[in-house]
T-cell receptor
């Protein structure tokens, strides 16, 4: 069936370096993508989103890139900080309209080394 | 704003018992979602409501699971009877559907352990 998955389960980077977390999706009907951050013992927290009519969107220290040709999504975090250590999920929504639920990937654990 | 509120935060029960999880969405939000998170399956959508009406419950695993939303400020997810494989963290999320913004705000979750 359709699914959203992540390439790497764990990513370790040095504090201050940039990190890139990747995500592959298979539902070609998806038109909305979100990155969530989940810290231990907490619920997922919205980071940034992007619609399918865009290739790139920037936030504070974060950038999301969308390549619809290869169905690939990435999250770039600049100048990583210890507080960035968390599990990051990509999620997608089908272009069905309405406030539909999200389909989440399995998650990537980002570890920031001091 | 207090955000999405869930109770209890932790629940330990024995197999066969009824479990009720509660959620208070963010005031003014018109959509509410129940998710389940396990190590094996990740985050899965169970059911969601728009304007208190269940829209899609295809993610509800079995008839043992039921969800209600009697009003805009309260929802319950009930498991009866509970089984050990129901052990997971259950998240409630809410959003204000505006046609363009789908940002969902998650609660802290209820960690359920069924012995």
């Amino acid at each position: 069936g359709e699914s959203v998955g992540l390439h790497l389960p764990t990513l370790s980077v040095q504090e201050g370096d940039n990190s890139i977390i990747n995500c592959a999706y298979s539902n070609s009907a998806s038109d909305y993508f979100i990155w969530y951050k989940q810290e231990s013992g907490k619920g997922p927290q919205f980071i940034i989103d992007i619609r399918s009519n865009m290739d790139k969107r920037q936030g504070q220290r974060v950038t999301v890139l969308l390549n619809k040709t290869v169905k690939h999504l990435s999250l770039q975090i600049a100048a990583t900080q210890p507080g960035d250590s968390a599990v990051y999920f990509c999620a997608e929504k089908d272009a069905g309209g309405g406030a539909d639920g999200l389909t989440f990937g399995k998650g990537t654990h980002l570890i920031i080394q001091p | 704003d207090a955000g999405v509120i869930q109770s209890p935060r932790h629940e330990v029960t024995e197999m066969g018992q009824e479990v009720t999880l509660r959620c208070k969405p963010i005031s003014g939000h018109n959509s509410l979602f129940w998710y389940r998170q396990t190590m094996m399956r990740g985050l899965e959508l169970l059911i969601y409501f728009n304007n208190n009406v269940p829209i899609d419950d295809s993610g509800m695993p079995e008839d043992r699971f039921s969800a209600k939303m009697p009003n805009a400020s309260f929802s319950t997810l009930k498991i009866q009877p509970s089984e050990p494989r129901d052990s997971a963290v259950y998240f409630c999320a809410s959003s204000l559907w505006s046609g363009a913004n789908n940002e969902q705000f998650f609660g802290p979750g209820t960690r359920l352990t069924v012995l």
